[in-house]
């Protein structure tokens, strides 16, 4: 199983970018679906989670800016990222709770992508 992320880049403060990720391989199912960030000197902290059902939740400092969702028929998630913040500069990884074996579908393990960095300056 892979994780391949895709469309980060630099963006001045105010714009808006959109990163995605695809799981490909043996995929039976997915469940959770997650993105996460690591700023410059700093640990990877929580971004925004999307369920398999569609919920979604987001951690405070992102609340209202971005928007994670997901396309379950491609195994791929986005994150829309609006009113982007010098302070939002981070490497973006996806993670995803996959199922590998169709004798346990629902028995999932936590994948990662590598990251895409984002940078956000003027």
């Known amino acids: 199983v892979q994780l391949q992320a895709s469309g980060g880049g630099l963006v001045q403060p105010g714009g808006s970018l959109i990163v995605s990720c695809a799981a490909s391989?043996?995929?039976?199912?997915?469940?959770?679906m997650a993105w996460y960030r690591q700023p410059p000197g700093k640990q990877r902290e929580l971004v925004a989670t999307?369920?398999?059902?569609?919920?979604?939740n987001y951690e405070d400092f992102v609340k209202g800016r971005f928007t994670i969702s997901r396309d379950s028929a491609k195994n791929t998630v986005y994150l829309q990222m609006n009113g982007l913040r010098p302070e939002d500069t981070a490497v973006y990884y996806c993670?995803?709770?996959?199922?590998?074996?169709?004798?346990?579908?629902?028995?999932?393990?936590?994948?990662w992508g590598r990251g895409t960095q984002v940078t956000v300056s003027s």
């Open positions: 391989g043996k995929i039976v199912g997915v469940n959770a």
């Open positions: 993670n995803a709770d996959i199922s590998t074996s169709w004798w346990a579908p629902h028995t999932f393990e936590s994948y």
């Open positions: 999307i369920t398999a059902d569609g919920a979604t």
